[in-house]
């Protein structure tokens, strides 16, 4: 007997104006997102996108004055939902959580094919979705707005998903970033791997950074990716 393996569904795809190529596909009841063809993410791993959320949410209880009485976050990078799903969880009502997304397919898809996985998240009274660059939407907000950023843009500094999110990593946007969170706030970073330069720029910024080690998988046993924790001084 011959044994084939399941296909890859190709379920959508989309072309940037910079030519960046996504794909969404599904294979053996996963969803999977490809960059250029290659496998950006997928609905298997997910332990350290939740954790994104566990980092700074948790964090935020434990502040000074515990959890604010309406929290309100920023999430860079929507992806496949799970971070923004465990933020919801985590932070309960009321709350305000944003969600910087650049590329307007990959909102639609969270809307479609990804319900399954996640529910409708979108739909959610304390989600809303902002459809930009996350350099534009934080220049133009004031200082102490948010209690806690959760950054998930690019696999570290040194290996970016589009040319033009360097900014996001300059001096004067951390400084920035400083200001748009409150004296208790945080921001946290997901990272594909440990970046110490980076982490010495935050450090010399202003910043105290605690680095979390992460699994990819809950069933991993390497920890492969890293979770940063960054609080004013």
């Not at 307007?104 to 809303?128: A, S």
């Not at 990593?169 to 997901?190: E, H, M, N």
């Not at 069933?219 to 924790?229: A, D, G, P, V, Y």
Request: hydrophobic fraction near 35%; charged fraction near 25%; glycine fraction near 6%.
């Amino acid at each position: 007997m011959v044994s084939r393996m399941k296909p890859y569904l190709k379920l959508a795809e989309s072309t940037m104006p910079d030519g960046t190529h996504y794909s969404l596909h599904k294979h053996d009841g996963k969803i999977y997102l490809k960059y250029n063809g290659f496998e950006l993410m997928s609905t298997s791993l997910t332990y350290s996108e939740q954790m994104l959320a566990d980092v700074a949410c948790v964090a935020l209880k434990k502040g000074q004055n515990s959890r604010p009485s309406h929290p309100r976050v920023l999430i860079g990078g929507l992806g496949l939902g799970f971070t923004l799903k465990r933020t919801l969880e985590l932070l309960g009502s009321p709350a305000t959580v944003e969600v910087a997304e650049l590329m307007p397919p990959l909102i639609e898809w969270n809307r479609t094919f990804l319900v399954e996985h996640n529910g409708p998240l979108l739909d959610d009274p304390r989600t809303k979705i902002i459809q930009g660059d996350l350099y534009d939407i934080i220049s133009k907000q004031k200082k102490g707005h948010y209690d806690a950023l959760l950054l998930d843009i690019d696999n570290t500094p040194d290996d970016l998903i589009t040319a033009g999110n360097s900014r996001l990593y300059s001096a004067g946007f951390l400084d920035k970033l400083r200001q748009v969170i409150t004296p208790q706030g945080c921001i946290a970073y997901w990272l594909s791997e440990p970046a110490p330069k980076f982490k010495k720029l935050l450090m010399k910024s202003g910043f105290q950074v605690t680095e979390h080690p992460s699994k990819p998988h809950e069933k991993s046993k390497q920890m492969r990716h890293c979770i940063l924790h960054v609080k004013r001084r």
